[in-house]
């Protein structure tokens, strides 16, 4: 009988141990995201072992547009996007299947995110400013994109129907970029980490930028519901991102002169890491800074905004307002 005791006992410390190694574990998650400077905290979290230290193991998923993030989300390919607002998220988050939960990318005045390009026949065609815009041919990556809405509000700005303008949804920033250098659109609003390129080989025009003209809230963290109601994961990798929002925004923006962060031995290691994740060399990526809130927070209002201008187009369901999207348990409202 002692035997057995002592076996049992033992037993029971074994399992007792295992439970303990096993609460130890990392919480996995699989976040979506694009190959863009807008995502600069969730490079610099995985690259420097943030979540690491948050105790999450990231798996990070790539996307070529800010909806399929939004799908990927919702059918459960990944647990967290952290992208761009479109048409699409709202009306998935509107039905209860997403849920916000942190702010990202902003467009600001004096930080290149969204442009602006025409091509090179528009452009010598009378093209020479974002207002001259009205009637044109326009790429964009989908209906009710991030670049739809930006567009929208140069409408608004300067008082030109967004019916007037011929928008093409090309489905892919690849698309739209090599739609605008084949002559096949006058215009395209594209990041400036994809347009680059066409910029300097000659194979479009600049014509402004988005944050100049019409600053918004550009992006945010989301999370499915399944994953929202994980609390002690939501926190871990938003605690993550905070430590890469303030890191990202204290050294490199704080950098920024003329819409370009300076390269020093300061800055370069962050420039380095997002390099690598946008596949950029370190001296395009000082004119990709795109500006994100050293807090992580939200521009609730303006959200609100995008949401009301998007039911009043037709692209987004009516019947739900802001509220009913955004976690106020997790989200910094600004």
Not at 51 to 65: N, P, S, T
Not at 102 to 126: D, Q, T
Request: aromatic share 8%; net charge positive.
């Amino acid at each position: 009988m002692k035997m057995l005791a002592r076996l049992a006992l033992a037993g029971m410390m074994a399992l007792a141990a295992g439970g303990i190694a096993r609460a130890d574990e990392p919480l996995k998650a699989r976040i979506g995201v694009l190959r863009l400077s807008s995502s600069a905290p969730v490079f610099i979290a995985q690259d420097k072992g943030y979540f690491k230290d948050a105790g999450l193991e990231i798996e990070l998923k790539f996307f070529d547009a800010a909806q399929p993030i939004a799908v990927a989300t919702t059918s459960g390919d990944v647990d967290f996007g952290i992208t761009a607002f479109t048409a699409g998220l709202y009306n998935l988050a509107g039905k209860g299947t997403l849920k916000v939960i942190g702010g990202m990318s902003r467009e600001k005045a004096g930080y290149p995110l969204i442009g602006y390009f025409a091509s090179n026949n528009a452009y010598a065609s009378g093209l020479k400013t974002p207002k001259d815009l009205a009637g044109k041919r326009i790429a964009v990556t989908q209906t009710g994109s991030s670049f739809h809405y930006s567009l929208g509000l140069l409408a608004d700005k300067y008082g030109f129907k967004l019916a007037e303008v011929k928008v093409l949804p090309l489905q892919s920033l690849s698309n739209a970029a090599a739609a605008l250098k084949g002559e096949t659109v006058d215009a395209a609003l594209l990041p400036v980490s994809t347009a680059r390129k066409l910029i300097d080989d000659g194979g479009a025009k600049l014509l402004g930028w988005v944050g100049d003209e019409t600053p918004w809230q550009l992006g945010a963290v989301f999370a499915s519901t399944r994953s929202a109601a994980n609390k002690p994961l939501v926190t871990k990798l938003l605690a993550a991102l905070a430590r890469a929002d303030r890191e990202y925004h204290d050294v490199l923006l704080a950098s920024i002169k003329d819409g370009k962060a300076s390269i020093d031995d300061k800055t370069r290691p962050l420039l380095e890491i997002i390099a690598k994740y946008t596949n950029l060399p370190v001296e395009q990526v000082v004119g990709n800074c795109a500006y994100i809130d050293p807090d992580g927070k939200l521009d609730v209002r303006n959200v609100a905004n995008q949401i009301e201008w998007l039911q009043a187009q037709g692209f987004v369901d009516k019947g739900f307002g802001v509220d009913a999207i955004i976690a106020r348990e997790y989200v910094k409202a600004d």
